[in-house]
């Protein structure tokens, strides 16, 4: 799942990035709203995780010119603007939920799952790979026997990735968007992925020749 955070704060925006990279998120960051406006508007993503007083241009107003293109992004706000109206202005532009700053990560951990089963109801918790390989959607692990185990973060995004579309090809350009961000050749994807199937005890990742890789 893509991730578009904005928060002007450099250190709680290092903090959460680092935090969701870990519970297994794509992230794209922004400190500017200008910059991540521009952004938001133009490319694909599942969740916008947006701070209201941001430089340039601020969350609300970034909200309001995404209405008027018609845009509505699935949106979480996390803001230390606490008011009544600043919280129902906030509603009334769409957002799914507000969070007061100070917070725990895990509660805005909390908050994307609840927004990620609205999105996704008939997502599955558990993937069969293979005989003895099973993927655990809720926890984000690759269980081997049952038995979690252990990957970087950019082998459990292409489990992950390659697992939701199950029987069907994943191809080079989605897993550089979904996996990488963007800004990858297809010899880097062969190469890890390559690296990802020496880990693994049983052949379940298969290649389709010039076109992406398979979880039949």
């Given at each position: 799942?893509?991730?578009v955070?904005?928060?002007?704060?450099?250190?709680?925006?290092e903090?959460?990035?680092?935090?969701?990279?870990?519970?297994?998120?794509?992230?794209?960051?922004?400190?500017?709203?200008?910059?991540?406006?521009?952004?938001?508007?133009?490319?694909?993503?599942?969740?916008?995780?947006?701070?209201?007083h941001?430089?340039?241009?601020?969350?609300?107003s970034?909200?309001?010119?995404?209405?008027?293109?018609?845009?509505?992004?699935?949106?979480?706000?996390?803001?230390?603007?606490?008011?009544?109206?600043?919280?129902?202005?906030?509603?009334?532009?769409?957002?799914?939920?507000?969070?007061?700053?100070?917070?725990?990560?895990?509660?805005?951990?909390?908050?994307?799952?609840?927004?990620?089963?609205?999105?996704?109801?008939?997502?599955?918790v558990f993937?069969?790979?293979?005989?003895?390989?099973?993927?655990?959607?809720?926890?984000?692990?690759?269980?081997?026997?049952?038995?979690?185990?252990i990957?970087?973060n950019?082998?459990?995004?292409?489990i992950?990735?390659?697992?939701?579309?199950?029987?069907?090809?994943?191809?080079?350009?989605?897993?550089?968007?979904?996996?990488?961000?963007?800004?990858?050749?297809?010899?880097?994807?062969?190469?890890?992925?390559?690296?990802?199937?020496?880990?693994?005890?049983?052949?379940?990742?298969?290649?389709?020749?010039?076109?992406?890789?398979?979880?039949?």
């Amino acid at each position: 799942m893509k991730i578009v955070l904005v928060e002007d704060e450099y250190s709680l925006n290092e903090i959460i990035t680092e935090y969701l990279q870990n519970e297994g998120f794509i992230v794209n960051s922004f400190i500017d709203g200008k910059t991540a406006y521009e952004y938001i508007k133009n490319e694909s993503y599942d969740i916008l995780i947006l701070d209201i007083h941001l430089p340039n241009i601020d969350g609300f107003s970034i909200l309001e010119m995404l209405q008027k293109q018609k845009i509505a992004p699935p949106t979480i706000i996390i803001s230390a603007m606490n008011s009544i109206e600043h919280i129902t202005k906030a509603y009334d532009l769409g957002c799914f939920d507000y969070i007061k700053k100070p917070f725990y990560l895990q509660e805005l951990l909390i908050k994307i799952q609840r927004l990620e089963k609205q999105l996704h109801p008939d997502k599955k918790v558990f993937i069969t790979l293979s005989k003895r390989y099973i993927f655990d959607n809720k926890n984000n692990e690759l269980l081997f026997d049952n038995t979690p185990q252990i990957l970087s973060n950019i082998h459990k995004n292409i489990i992950k990735l390659l697992a939701l579309n199950k029987g069907k090809t994943v191809t080079f350009e989605i897993l550089r968007d979904e996996v990488w961000g963007g800004m990858v050749d297809n010899a880097t994807i062969r190469a890890e992925i390559s690296r990802l199937k020496k880990l693994l005890k049983e052949d379940f990742i298969k290649n389709i020749r010039g076109v992406g890789y398979i979880i039949k």
